[in-house]
Each structure stands twice: as C-alpha cells, then as structure tokens.
C-alpha cells in the first residue's frame, strides 16, 4: 500500500497541498552515495531525509533515477518504469517515499515525456523496420529534395535537430542528443503509454510529477522551418545557434496543453502536483501553461537569470506574477545553471545574496525552490576539474567553461573522506575550495547559511500571509531597494551598499535578517547591503 504524508500541513482543507509550499531540488547522482560507486543513489537519499526534513521544505523532486545509458544523467530513459541499477530498485524508492511521508514531506518525481533514450525498447523496435509496431512513437520524416534533413529545425545541445537512420532511409528527430530520440505526441499511443506511466508511479505513491522540458512535446504538423533571427559566425555554440532562431514551429505549440488538461483529470484523484519545467523566457507564454486546468505549476526560469538589481528582479519578478499569479515555481537555482551564489558574485558575498534573494522568493505567490546544496552556500565557480570529454557529451556551451557541471558538485556533508558523499571516488569532483564549513556538519553551528536557511523557512512557517492566497502588494522606495506586502508581512531586499530604509518600515517590527543587522534611524527601518528583512507590520 503506497503512504500518504504525515504532515502537518499549515494550508486550509481545500486548498491542494503544494499551495505556498517550497520545494527542493534531489540531483540525485550528487546527493548521497551508499554504496561506494561514486553516484548518488536512492539509499543514500533515504538516510539522509533527515537532513531535508530539518530545513522546513515541503517536498522534493528527484531527477530521473530509472534505466538510462546516461547519456543525459537519466534525461534518457530506457525503461519509464523502473529504477537504474546504480541508482537501486524499486523497493528502495518505495523505502524512500515511505520514510519522506513519515518526514512530512511530498515526493515528486521527474518524467520525461519529451524524447526517450535511443536504447528505449521503443526506438530499438521503431528503427528495426518502417513497419515497426513502435515506429510512429517516434518522429520519422524524409529528407529535403537535396537529400539533407527536412527542415532547419536544431538540437538545443549542437548541431541539426535530426539524424539520418541509413537502415529505413528516414530522419529521425532530437531536440537534444541523437541518443534522445523525441517521441511523437501526434500518435494516440504515446499518450495511452504515458498516462500508464503516471499511473504506474501514482500507485506507488509519488505525489506529484516535474514535467521535464513540458514546452516542446508537439511540433507544427507541417514541420515548416524556423525563420532565421540572424546569422551566426560558423562555429558559433550551440547556444548561440539555437537562439538565432524563431523557434515558433518547433516548440510552445498549443496543442501541448491539451495534454496536460488530460493529465490533471488523471492525477487529480491522487492529489498530485503537476509542475512543468516550462523553458520559455516570457511571462505570457508561460502563464498559459497554468491557465484552464492544465499544470498546476510552471518554473519560471527567468527568475534565475537576473543580476543582483532590485530594479531588474522586481520587473521580473512582477511581469511573472501578472501572467501567472500564484501558479509559478521559483528556482533560486538548478542543475542546469550556475548557481545563485556564483550568479551573485561568489564566495560569501554571492551566498549572502544568495539567501536574500530566497527570502524573497519564499515571500511570493507560488513555490520557491531550492537545489541541494544552496542551503550551504555551494558556489562551484572553483570547479577546475571538470572531464571535457563528459561535457562534451551532455554540458551546455555558452554558461562556463565547466558547462552544466558547476552547479551538480556532490554534496558535501561532513568532514570524512570525500566530505561523506562516497567512500570511493565522486563521479563529478568537488568544487576545490571547498572545506569542512561548506559541509552540514561544518555549519550546524554558528550564523551558517545552513542554520540562517532553516531559520528563514521556520519563519515561512509561523506567516499564514506567506501560504495562502494573500494579494501581494509592490512597495515603492530607493532604487536599491524591492520591497512587498502581502497581509500584514512586509518584505524587502537591498541590492545596494549601503542601509537602506524600507518603505512602510516605521511601522513595522523586523521578524528576521537574512544576514548583518538592521538598524533604526529615527523611526525609519534599515535594511543592510546584500541581505533581506521580512518584518510585521503593527496595528
Ligand atoms: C531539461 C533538464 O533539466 C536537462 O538537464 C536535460 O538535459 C533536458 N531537459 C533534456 O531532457
């Protein structure tokens, strides 16, 4: 019998349980190693649940852990319904939903509707012939006239978003790796096999599920080029060439949400969340894919591409909660971007920044989220070990020269060998600076980022303004200064140098700091440099 969590949810009865929840991020392959492999495995997760737990999260997501060449690190799935060997089996990931549950918090899941792993049973079956039972899961087209691919369509990861299969004579599409063959979501078959998937997890008592890459399963049926942005220099990366391109036919089409109304019917009576990793960069776009009963949250991925500017993030932060009010999921960080502590200049700066930024984050409409490792300040911009020929295979040109790997260093828990993550050697190194204070342990005393982290999320926890449905109101002040209401809990962050007072501050008692101390100056309330304050406000 799957379990159900025992928590002590602060949301009212009717509310569904992700309302105002904050989320964390398990990179499994870099969380907690059991066995002495060097990846981040399902038992480690389980035995340091604790560690979750404690923090005041809500839930966690976990990347992909089921078969897969790893290709992508599990973006390649072979096997939908089951577990990769280095990663355990199924009866270690019902050990790992039962004791979250027993924790207090939801267990989501990846899936990746997308593209399966050219080792798929699928795809071995649909590239056997053109009569193959599985050939239309996948999508198949004949050359142009001049024997090229059919179009001009490219893979987010290099080069063209097709490949010549020589033995049935077709091209097949990627919009990632050529070992990611994206499936066909114009076949009625795809669907029945996905809707079984969930299904398959539901009972097993997942409480939710991270639609990976949810903006890119259907395609234009007539499969026209993309019009040309502008030209590239050859051997611009991969990056570059992508955006030089209009992708309007090849991604955000509108029958996509279609699938996710039929998805919602599915999962409702389990009382699951279905949270889209929506990759579009404005706030319109991505607002429909929480509108009309279809995700119940997108990410909002802008949110963690701004600089440290009050200005900039409140504009973005407010466009965002126009168009997708309090349906939105917050990254403060994720495996495939730098960090927020490196985004906001490293060291102990960037993780003071860092940690404001999430204040404000748990302050909003929506669901802040965490990435493992941001409760401790990880940074990764030391990371110089990086193998070039790993990234070659799945890092992403145009962030750094360590690609995607400096924000999916393993987790460093205490002081033994490899910091506690294995006893044998981590598959991904540690960033090189990092010392016995980057650890859990290291920093469970003190003003750590660790103990600040849990503070702010307990603060979260006793402000019902911070979990409902309270209207958020922006505050008008200093240039260096974003500052909201919501209820009778004020919020604001400096991104100066210097104090700076906050809007509506006379009237209110700071509650909590992210860092530094705020100061009185007359009746006025100061917040200091690079921190956040949430404060109540009297009367
Ligand atoms: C988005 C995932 O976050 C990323 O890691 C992966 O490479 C792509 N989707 C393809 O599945």
Redesign the pocket.
């Given at each position: 019998m799957p379990t159900r969590p025992a928590t002590t949810t602060v949301t009212a009865p009717w509310e569904p349980w992700w309302t105002g929840a904050v989320g964390y991020q398990v990179y499994l392959r870099s969380f907690a190693d059991s066995d002495g492999d060097g990846i981040g495995d399902l038992e480690g997760l389980r035995r340091r649940l604790d560690h979750i737990a404690g923090l005041g999260v809500d839930y966690l997501w976990i990347t992909p852990f089921y078969p897969s060449p790893q290709a992508?690190?599990g973006?390649d799935v072979a096997d939908y319904t089951d577990v990769d060997p280095a990663y355990g089996n199924l009866a270690t990931f019902d050990r790992v939903v039962a004791r979250a549950h027993r924790l207090g918090l939801r267990v989501v899941v990846d899936v990746?509707p997308?593209?399966s792993s050219d080792r798929h049973p699928w795809f071995l079956d649909a590239t056997s012939s053109r009569d193959a039972a599985h050939r239309d899961h996948y999508v198949w087209r004949d050359p142009a006239p001049d024997g090229g691919p059919p179009n001009n369509w490219v893979s987010k990861f290099g080069g063209p978003a097709w490949t010549w299969h020589e033995a049935t004579g077709q091209y097949y599409m990627h919009t990632?790796l050529a070992q990611?063959p994206d499936l066909n979501w114009a076949n009625p078959a795809v669907h029945a096999a996905f809707e079984a998937i969930l299904t398959f997890w539901l009972e097993r008592g997942v409480d939710g599920f991270r639609i990976?890459?949810a903006h890119l399963l259907t395609e234009d049926p007539s499969f026209r080029d993309n019009p040309v942005l502008h030209e590239v220099a050859p051997g611009a990366d991969a990056e570059t060439v992508y955006h030089a391109f209009d992708h309007r036919h090849d991604l955000d089409q509108p029958d996509v949400l279609a699938i996710y109304r039929r998805w919602r019917e599915l999962v409702a009576p389990y009382g699951a969340l279905l949270l889209g990793?929506v990759?579009l960069f404005e706030p319109e776009p991505v607002g429909r894919y929480v509108a009309d009963g279809a995700l119940d949250l997108a990410f909002y991925f802008p949110a963690l591409k701004v600089g440290w500017d009050a200005g900039a993030i409140r504009d973005e932060l407010a466009a965002a909660l126009a168009a997708g009010g309090d349906r939105l999921a917050w990254p403060l960080s994720?495996?495939?971007d730098p960090r927020a502590t490196q985004r906001f200049g490293g060291g102990e700066r960037g993780a003071a920044r860092a940690l404001a930024y999430l204040t404000v984050l748990v302050g909003l409409p929506g669901n802040a989220f965490l990435l493992q490792g941001d409760e401790l300040g990880v940074d990764g911009t030391a990371l110089t070990t990086a193998d070039p020929e790993r990234l070659g295979a799945?890092g992403v040109a145009g962030h750094d020269v360590a690609g995607?790997d400096v924000s999916r260093t393993p987790m460093p828990w205490d002081g033994q060998t490899n910091f506690g993550f294995t006893s044998g050697t981590p598959w991904l190194a540690f960033p090189d600076d990092t010392s016995l204070q980057d650890t859990v342990a290291g920093q469970e005393h003190g003003r750590s980022q660790l103990r600040r982290t849990r503070a702010l999320l307990a603060e979260r926890a006793r402000l019902p303004d911070l979990r409902g449905d309270e209207e958020l109101e922006w505050l008008e002040g200093p240039d260096a200064l974003l500052a909201y209401r919501r209820g009778r809990t004020l919020i604001a962050m400096n991104t100066g140098r210097t104090y700076q007072p906050i809007p509506g501050g006379r009237d209110a008692r700071a509650r909590f700091v992210s860092t530094g101390e705020v100061r009185r100056d007359g009746d006025d309330l100061l917040a200091p440099p690079d921190a956040a304050v949430i404060a109540e406000l009297r009367g």
């Open positions: 992508d690190h973006y990746v997308n593209h990632f990611q990976d890459t990793e990759g994720s495996h495939d799945h995607r």
